[in-house]
Each structure stands twice: as structure tokens, then as C-alpha cells.
């Protein structure tokens, strides 16, 4: 069992940042891959970005490309999403999620991939 607490959500301007963060605890840390996803009101849960155990690969949705960073510190078992210039579209719920995975790049994207997710953190972006 994996337990996740995502936090950092918020209300900020349209260009602005945010930083969020995902607690882990349970099973090992290290051991599996991590992945945000998120979803809109009225909007089916979408893939934002996804970092494989050892950080060593990362892979981020086309839509947040360039704007968007994910990291991991597993001393903290801790992973980052960091959000930069951020669009009114970017408002959603934030969920991170685990997986345990001996093939990381195939189906990073598939939330179904994914065996444990965290409550969700709000993002507001105002224009």
C-alpha cells in the first residue's frame, strides 16, 4: 500500500507559478514510477506528466510542454510538479499517482496504469 498527499494548490494569475508537491508513504518509494494527472470540471481525468523511478526519464503532455517540470527526491519521497506560466486552462484537480513498473515507458500516459492516487489538489488560474 501507497499512501499520497498532494499539496501546493491554488489561486494564482494566468502567467504565474505554482510548485506542487506529493508525500508518499507505505511500500518503498523508490521502487515506482510517479505520474500527475489531472481533471477539469466536466472533463474526463487527463495525463500531465510522469517520472520514472529513478529519474531518469521524464514525459510531459503536449499541452504543458515547455511550461511544466516534474522531479523527485526519494530521501523525501517526495515528487515536484513545478508549473510555470500558467493558463486559465490549467485549471483542474491535480492528482499524483504511483505505479510499480518494469517498463516505465510503455503506458505512462494511461491512468488505468496507475495503482495508487492521492486525493487531488485544487489549481485555479484566473485570467
Known amino acids: 500500500q501507497v499512501l499520497l498527499a498532494e499539496s501546493g494548490g491554488g489561486l494564482v494569475q494566468a502567467g504565474g507559478s505554482l510548485r506542487l508537491s506529493c508525500a508518499a508513504s507505505g511500500r518503498t518509494f523508490s521502487n515506482f514510477a510517479m505520474g500527475w494527472f489531472r481533471q477539469a470540471p466536466g472533463k474526463e481525468r487527463e495525463f500531465v506528466a510522469a517520472i520514472s523511478w529513478s529519474a531518469g526519464a521524464t514525459y510531459f503532455a503536449d499541452s504543458v510542454k515547455g511550461r511544466f517540470t516534474i522531479s523527485r527526491d526519494n530521501t523525501k519521497n517526495t515528487i515536484y510538479l513545478q508549473m510555470n506560466s500558467l493558463k486559465p486552462e490549467d485549471t483542474a484537480i491535480y492528482y499524483c499517482?504511483?505505479?510499480?513498473?518494469?517498463?516505465?515507458?510503455?503506458?505512462?500516459?494511461?491512468?488505468?496504469?496507475?495503482?495508487?492516487w492521492g486525493r487531488g489538489t485544487q489549481v485555479t488560474v484566473s485570467s
Open positions: 499517482a504511483a505505479r510499480f513498473t518494469t517498463s516505465f515507458s510503455r503506458g505512462y500516459y494511461a491512468d488505468v496504469n496507475y495503482n495508487y
